[in-house]
Nanobody
Framework: QVQLVESGGGLVQPGGSLRLSCAAS????????MSWYRQAPGKQRELVAR???????NYADFVEGRFTISRDIAKNTVHLQMSSLKPEDTAVYYC???????????WGQGTQVTVSA
C-alpha cells in the first residue's frame, strides 16, 4: 500500500512563498513519476509540476518560473517551492505518484493553499 502525505499549505499574501512537501511511504525511485496537481473550486484538477526518477522536471505554463519541484531522496519526499504567489494559485494541492509497470496511480489527501490579502 502506497501512502502520500502532503504538508505545508496555508494562507499567504499575494507575492508570498510556500513550500509544499509530499512524503511517500516507499522510495520515490520506485515511482515512474511524481507530480503536483491542484484543484480550485469549480475547476478541474490540473497538473502543476512533475519530476521523474532521472530528475527531469516539467511545469505547467501558468507556473511561469515561479515554482520549483525537487526531491529529497533520503527522506522519500518531493517538494514544491512556490514563490510570487497569486490569488489565482488558490487551490487544494495534491501529490500524485505513478507506480510502474502496472501504472498504478496514487494520490495524497491534499493541502489547501490560499493566496489572499
Amino acid at each position: 500500500q502506497v501512502q502520500l502525505v502532503e504538508s505545508g499549505g496555508g494562507l499567504v499574501q499575494p507575492g508570498g512563498s510556500l513550500r509544499l512537501s509530499c512524503a511517500a511511504s516507499r522510495s520515490i525511485f520506485s515511482f515512474g513519476r511524481m507530480s503536483w496537481y491542484r484543484q480550485a473550486p469549480g475547476k478541474q484538477r490540473e497538473l502543476v509540476a512533475r519530476i521523474t526518477p532521472s530528475g527531469t522536471t516539467n511545469y505547467a505554463d501558468f507556473v511561469e518560473g515561479r515554482f520549483t519541484i525537487s526531491r529529497d531522496i533520503a527522506k522519500n519526499t518531493v517538494h514544491l517551492q512556490m514563490s510570487s504567489l497569486k490569488p489565482e494559485d488558490t487551490a487544494v494541492y495534491y501529490c500524485n505518484a505513478v507506480l510502474l509497470p502496472a501504472y498504478n496511480e496514487y494520490w495524497g489527501q491534499g493541502t489547501q493553499v490560499t493566496v489572499s490579502a
